[in-house]
């Protein structure tokens, strides 16, 4: 069965700060690893990693995956109060359910 | 664009009462997946669609869940004879290609069973 642990579960940390998240995963055929931002409704799309080694970067937000020891990281770096949500951690591959296979998340707080 | 549109935002029912939850894909999309949140816990994939065809239900529990994806029409997932354990934030997504990533949730309907 594929499974996502994400790390740590919650954080609380101050505006201006970085934060890395932490991801690790075991599947079958394993194909992509996605990351989300789930505020009160639906979550929203971040990135899609499917190379190892390979940053991908969105204004303060940045991801890198390792398929060597199966796992990745986000970060954001000068955090915003705007920045406070869930973040999911999610991967696809070509064993088991043809879905995405979630993590709990982790629940991060920024405080002003 | 209009995105994934999922309906009812909310939805109160009765113990033993049927449950009905729609989801209207994006345009262009035509894989549809359900997922369920219960509180404190990640997203769990229940049922995979295509337009007329069930492609993976494998985490849809077994006794009093369904969901179709007809022709026509949204996507439907139907929960017969609810119970409080159903209680839960049920989201929709869909991708224009299975298993490519590009996947849009909706908004979710938060069920709740009294």
């Known amino acids: 069965e594929d499974k996502v642990v994400q790390s740590p579960l919650s954080l609380v940390v101050h505006e201006g700060d970085t934060v890395t998240l932490n991801c690790s995963y075991e599947?079958?055929?394993?194909?992509?690893l996605l990351w989300y931002k789930q505020e009160k409704k639906a979550p929203t799309f971040l990135f899609m990693l499917?190379?190892?080694?390979i940053e991908k970067k969105s204004g303060r937000l940045s991801s890198i995956l390792d398929k060597k020891e199966l796992f990745s990281i986000l970060n954001i770096t000068a955090t915003q109060t705007g920045d406070s949500a869930v973040y999911l951690c999610?991967?696809?591959?070509?064993?088991?359910?043809?879905?995405?296979?979630f993590g709990k998340g982790t629940h991060l707080i920024i405080q002003p | 664009n209009a995105g994934v549109m999922q309906n009812p935002r909310h939805l109160v029912r009765r113990r033993g009462q049927e449950a009905r939850l729609r989801c209207s894909p994006m345009?262009?999309?035509?894989?549809v997946y359900w997922y369920r949140q219960l509180p404190e816990e990640g997203l769990k994939f229940m049922v995979y669609?295509?337009?007329?065809?069930?492609?993976?239900e494998s985490g849809m529990p077994k006794e009093r869940f369904s969901a179709e994806f007809p022709k026509e029409g949204p996507s439907i997932l139907r929960i017969q004879q609810v119970v409080r354990g159903d209680s839960a934030a049920y989201f929709c997504?869909?991708?224009?290609?299975?298993?490519?990533?590009?996947?849009?949730f909706g908004s979710g309907t938060r069920l709740t069973v009294v």
């Open positions: 997504a869909s991708s224009p290609v299975s298993g490519e990533g590009g996947y849009t």
């Open positions: 599947v079958t055929n394993f194909r992509s």
């Open positions: 499917t190379s190892s080694g």
């Open positions: 999610a991967v696809t591959s070509g064993g088991g359910a043809d879905g995405l296979t």
């Open positions: 345009k262009g999309h035509s894989h």
């Open positions: 669609l295509q337009k007329e065809n069930i492609i993976d």
